[in-house]
């Protein structure tokens, strides 16, 4: 009887009904309300699932909590307005994306929350979402974009040469990898090769500046035991110049893309030198 009673009760149309609700939902969302438009597009994924607006709801539900991020929500507590905070909407979206992680736009958002912590210097932060875009969704058209912001995220870990060398490194990894991999992005749904196309010059304007970084770390070196009069040990240094220059030259072998650094060009003239003596 009780089941009989529950199953009658479930058949009843809830207030407002489908249409109703969601013009509710669009109505927060024209207003800015975006905390209420966030609730209410997900209370009509749980009532209506089999919606023909269901996934549209689920997508303006990730859109309503990426705003309020970016906007941020003050709550009241005793009728005081507390600080607004980013929190509330990372959270909204973290746990849409968990919720609905295979819509095909899951992988947008992903990669929109990378750039939301990446325009506020969050580096961590945004590495874990472009790195997320890549794993879960490497055959999406943002796996480039995911790839080439982790690059740039690696690069703004970088403080000068004359700190340590892990963050360039890892982008000159990271930039390398766009490079070998561009045909087989390009073979992903638009607007990927566009992307890639657009994306190809400026990798390789960033790989030239971090080759020169890693040929200027070897010259300082080598210039310090030079200065010390130590010669033979300045020489290694000197040799690993040329060595990663030639490794360069076969990721950018176009002098336009690399040209001479005066690096390769002391370290020619100094080992010869030496070689005479």
């Known amino acids: ?73 003050a709550s009241s507590t005793l009728g005081l307005r507390l600080f607004a905070t980013s929190t509330t ?56 974009l995911a790839l080439y912001m982790l690059a740039l995220t690696a690069e703004q870990r970088f403080d000068g040469v004359e700190r340590d060398l892990k963050p360039v490194r890892e982008a000159r990894r990271l930039h390398e990898r766009f490079l070998e991999e561009a045909d087989k992005m390009r073979r992903l749904a638009d607007p990927a090769p566009r992307w890639v196309d657009e994306l190809v010059p400026a990798v390789k304007a960033r790989l030239a500046r971090i080759y020169g970084l890693l040929l200027e770390k070897h010259l300082r070196t080598a210039e310090y035991y030079d200065w010390k009069g130590l010669p033979r040990a300045s020489a290694v240094y000197y040799r690993t110049i040329l060595k990663d220059e030639a490794s360069f030259r076969r990721v950018l072998p176009d002098p336009r893309d690399f040209p001479l650094h005066e ?13 005479g003596k």
């Open 1 to 73: 009887m009780i089941a009989l009673l529950l199953s009658a009760l479930q058949q009843i149309p809830q207030a407002g009904g489908e249409e109703a609700l969601w013009e509710r939902a669009r109505a927060r969302t024209a207003a800015g309300e975006h905390f209420d438009a966030y609730h209410a597009y997900r209370e009509f994924v749980l009532r209506y699932p089999q919606s023909p607006k269901a996934s549209e709801a689920k997508r303006q539900e990730m859109a309503s909590g990426l705003e309020l991020a970016k906007g941020g929500y």
């Open 89 to 144: 909407g990372v959270d909204f979206l973290r746990d849409s994306l968990r919720r609905y992680p295979r819509e095909d736009f899951a992988s947008d958002f992903t990669q929109k929350l990378g750039m939301f912590y990446y325009r506020r210097s969050e580096w961590d932060a945004a590495a874990l979402e472009f790195q997320t875009v890549l794993d879960q969704y490497a055959e999406s058209p943002e796996a480039v």
């Open 263 to 275: 690096g390769a060009r002391k370290a020619r003239a100094r080992l010869a030198e030496e070689s």
